[in-house]
């Protein structure tokens, strides 16, 4: 482990893992709003649903395995492979052109986002001072963000002047530049192991924490919305008139990125659980706004808002799952609440590509659905709070 004797945490090397992370962020998501016709073209409109569900399958899985090769292994090779699927694969789309090619290259491309943040994290914690991790952790927050933010947008714009084989070339490379960072930096871990089988042996009790659940419910309900807005903006952007289908995914990372530097404040001044379900409601708005959005201002709102709701929720459920874990399990509980996000995302966009069959006029009603959806989390919030009243939470 590093010398974190020193408080500052603006030093070269969190610069360079924040830059990683933002080339990472925006390789993967840079493809998003292009596949849904990109499979259609392919004659898999069908499937639509599954694009963003195999994806966080995979990622899903391969959490409990990423943590402990993260703790065994290394930080540092651990966070390559993740930049090294999504090379490779941008590098597949444009050869296994079939549909069951492309399903099958979405399930591995999934394996990216399950190793890379995982690692990443420990990394922060290894480089930067304990009582300024939030601080740091939030920075590279905005930073994946950001990346989320510019990514579609400007794969839309390659795809729109050079085509769709250029659109993937780029994701490689922009998959390259983070691996050559990640590979120039020292690796924090001090007992380091060789790669072994038993690191792959994963038991029960390494992939949920029970006192985590709670965040998990929520976590699940609540970005069930995301896998619908990932599923189905592409195309209600069409729709729209929009030549640019990132144009959405920039509004609202730019909304949640700007109220992010609040948010966290506030969830520890008032409390986790009131800030969630502040977070929950705009969300659910966010998704009636989007339903009605029938132009080009009215879904920026919609965006806009989605963004707010987002970026008041996650530092919120993050800071809560860490409450209510112990000491010893926070990483297992970490994991837990990743694993249901992932949950969520897939199967939000499962439902939501199986309803919509490219019918153009059920994607509002999608999205009036999955805004009940937020609020049932906000009558398990309720419940939650009033009823079994967790000592766990801070503050008090």
Known sequence: MTDTSSNSIYTLQFALLCLSSLLFSASFNMIIPELPNYLSSMGG??????????????????????????????????????SVVCFVCGFLYPVLTSVAGFLMLRLVHGFSTGFKPTATSAYVADIIPRARWGEALGLHGLCFSIGGAVGPAIGSAIFQAYGIDTMFYSSSLFALLSIVIVANMKETLSTKEKLNISMFKISRSDIIDLGALPAGVVTFLSYSAYGVILTLIPDWSEHLGLANKGVFFTAYTIASILIRFLSGKVADRYGRTKVIMVGLVTVA?????????????????GASVYGIGTGILSPAVN??????????????????????????????????????????????????????????????????????????????
């Open 285 to 301: 708005l966010s998704l009636y706004l989007i339903s009605e959005g029938d132009n080009f201002f009215r879904l920026m709102l």
């Open 45 to 82: 409109a069908e499937y639509k649903g599954l694009i963003i569900a195999l994806f966080t399958l995979t990622a899903g899985i391969s959490r409990p395995f990423s943590g402990k090769l993260t703790d065994k292994w290394g930080r540092v090779p651990v966070m390559a492979v993740g």
């Open 319 to 396: 800071a809560w799952t860490i409450d209510l874990s112990s000491p010893q399990q926070r990483g297992r509980a970490i994991a837990t609440m990743y694993i249901s996000l992932e949950a969520g995302i897939g199967l939000g966009a499962l439902i939501a590509g199986f309803y919509y069959r490219d019918i153009i006029e059920n994607i509002p009603k999608i999205m009036l659905t999955n805004a009940a959806v937020l609020l049932l989390a906000l009558i398990y919030m309720l419940w939650w709070q009033f009823m079994k009243k967790p000592k766990q939470e801070l503050p008090m």
